[in-house]
């Protein structure tokens, strides 16, 4: 607020959606840094004899392959193969730990919970004892490092380590959703201002800026990563969302899997193409797609692109209209308005390999 933010209700909570032009919040990111709070999001820890056996139950992901320190995307899938959420899995030496979606926390808190029947394990909602910070851009490894003693050139791409930023205990992560190099920060909850006010003052001088909710929505959108009640649902299955490398059909059972190598052999039926507007038009969540006047799919997120300077989408199509080049119609305001089927991820995120 102090900030002067613009404030929305986003999930039961009090978000700041922006603090700047949207657009220049954006570009920032991608050529300095920016910082985001993202306390809505949930978190995790199991711990237990079985906590190995009970994660390979509930998550898409081999669980076992994670060396020491190490993250990786996963889905949650119900039985008919549907996702209940996708989620980080962090392996430590006394635990794991999960980092879930805002809007899912309660609801992903429950499935876990329900499932602890017959492992000896425990799954506890540390939520609200977390807070979370994001810092992403080219410049945030020099920002993080000036309030830390760790060597940050150390730290791989995925991996984690539990250090002090500040001097303030956090649990230190080269991940991030915003197809740039950067971290995730955990800590005491406490520590929230604190936390936020050292790192805007020291990346000041290397042209930090906060950035909302917005902006982390296009920065996401351009390398296409997924974001849940869009790209993914409950009605969507992880194959036809080009999600199947976070799928591994040999580990052994998982909730979902008979379904999900159904679809496998089967082929899915549609699948999540990425587009470019043709003529004059933004596409925007939930329009229809067309093909010679019939409605075939639908627009998951649509928007002005601020890296490529083009309109784009993200929507589900028929199988055998996902071919690149094939035209189609973005409903806009009841007209068709003609788009084209492009490659993705439009924007190759900038990752430190």
Not at 226 to 236: F, K, M, V
């Amino acid at each position: 607020m102090a900030l002067k933010a613009r404030m929305v209700e986003f999930g039961g909570w009090n978000m700041p959606v922006q603090y700047a032009s949207i657009i220049d919040e954006h570009r920032n990111v991608r050529r300095a840094a920016g910082l985001f709070d993202i306390d809505h999001m949930g978190q995790m820890e199991v711990q237990g004899p079985d906590a190995l056996p009970y994660l390979q139950q509930l998550l898409t992901f081999d669980v076992s392959v994670l060396q020491m320190n190490q993250a990786h995307y996963s889905l949650v899938c119900y039985a008919d193969g549907g996702i209940v959420d996708d989620i980080f899995v962090y392996r430590f030496p006394d635990r794991y730990f999960l980092a879930i979606n805002a809007a899912n926390a309660e609801k992903d808190h429950q499935w876990f919970l329900y499932h602890t029947r017959g492992f000896g394990v425990d799954a506890k909602d540390i939520s609200n004892s977390t807070y979370m910070l994001a810092l992403q851009g080219p410049k945030a490894q020099a920002i993080l490092q000036k309030l830390t003693t760790v060597d940050l050139n150390g730290l791989q791409f995925h991996y984690a380590l539990e250090d002090r930023v500040a001097g303030i205990p956090t649990l230190i992560a080269r991940t991030g959703y915003t197809g740039e190099d950067g971290f995730e920060l955990f800590f005491p909850v406490a520590q929230g201002k604190a936390m936020w006010d050292r790192i805007m003052e020291a990346g000041k001088p290397l042209g930090l800026w906060p950035i909302g909710l917005a902006a982390r929505d296009s920065l996401r959108f351009e390398p296409k990563m997924p974001l849940y009640g869009q790209e993914i649902a409950a009605d969507i299955n992880p194959l036809e969302a080009g999600l199947g490398w976070a799928v591994d059909f040999d580990k052994g059972e998982f909730i979902g899997r008979e379904a999900l190598l159904k679809v496998k052999l089967e082929g899915p039926r549609r699948k999540l193409v990425g587009f470019e507007m043709v003529e004059r038009g933004v596409p925007r969540h939930n329009y229809e797609l067309a093909r010679d006047g019939k409605v075939v799919g639908y627009v998951t997120t649509g928007m002005y692109s601020p890296t490529l300077d083009k309109n784009l989408g993200l929507g589900y199509v028929p199988v055998e209209l996902s071919a690149l080049g094939t035209e189609i119609d973005v409903i806009i305001r009841g007209k068709p308005v003609r788009a084209k089927i492009v490659r993705t991820p439009f924007y190759t995120p900038a990752y430190k390999r």
